[in-house]
């Protein structure tokens, strides 16, 4: 079946260090994929998305690129702020019966020191 | 825009009694409504799926008896814990998608979430 897998965490950066999460997924078809950052005590946001091949999703600095070829959607980003520290999730979205299903990665925690 | 709100956001009760969590889409309709847990330190596990007037799909392993989901209007789904135990305690996320109106055409398969509710059971 279709799933995400991310590298672990935790993560630990310094501020204005280069960020790069990695994600993988497999999927029959074609999915969308989408990185959401959840702060603590809070609900998901979505960050960004792609929804085919070789499109690059971007907000607030992050990028990411999806890569069919290699079945992936790393995050990156190129200075990190103390503010960004919170847990990033992977996720792809694919068709299902009567609409769609998301799948989520385990989730990469981001502590940024100042 | 594309607002979740879901309330409340933190409750503790007695074990043996029942929970409604609601959660509402504010500026737009929402056809697909979606209830996820979440374990501490862990990602989310989907729950169940709702379509606006029609029962529930529950994800293998999940009891429809024990999670009751309503999903009366295009703006309001709830979550009934039923006879909550200790280990139903989790954070407890909602999240919509859009099916028709302004947001609808950015990706359909895009979900809003609300903030989640934190439920302890003593």
């Known amino acids: 079946g279709d799933s995400v897998t991310q590298m672990e965490g935790p993560v630990t950066l310094s501020e204005e260090a280069f960020l790069t999460i990695n994600c993988t997924y497999t999927?029959?078809?074609?999915?969308?994929l989408f990185w959401y950052v959840q702060y603590p005590g809070e609900g998901l946001q979505l960050l960004l998305k792609a929804t085919k091949a070789d499109d690059k999703g971007s907000n607030k600095g992050f990028e990411a690129t999806y890569r069919k070829e290699t079945t992936s959607f790393h995050l990156e980003k190129g200075s990190v702020q103390v503010s960004d520290s919170a847990v990033y999730f992977c996720?792809?979205?694919?068709?299902?019966?009567?609409?769609?299903?998301?799948?989520f990665g385990a989730g990469t925690r981001l502590f940024v020191k100042a | 825009g594309a607002v979740v709100s879901q309330h409340p956001s933190w409750v503790i009760c007695k074990s043996g009694t029942s929970v409604k969590i609601e959660c509402r889409s504010l500026d737009f309709q929402a056809t697909t409504m979606f209830w996820y847990r979440q374990f501490p330190k862990q990602s989310l596990m989907l729950m169940a799926t709702s379509n606006e007037g029609s029962k529930a799909t529950y994800e293998q392993g999940v009891e429809k008896d024990k999670f009751l989901i309503n999903h009366a209007s295009l703006t309001l789904s709830t979550l009934t814990v039923t006879s909550a135990h200790p280990e139903d305690s989790s954070f407890y996320i909602c999240?919509?998608?859009?099916?028709?109106?302004?947001?609808?055409?950015?990706?359909?398969?895009?979900?809003?979430f609300g903030a989640g509710t934190r439920l302890s059971v003593l």
């Open positions: 999927a029959t078809g074609y999915p969308s």
């Open positions: 999240s919509a998608s859009p099916g028709t109106g302004a947001f609808a055409g950015i990706a359909k398969n895009i979900q809003y």
């Open positions: 996720a792809l979205s694919a068709p299902n019966t009567g609409g769609f299903k998301t799948i």
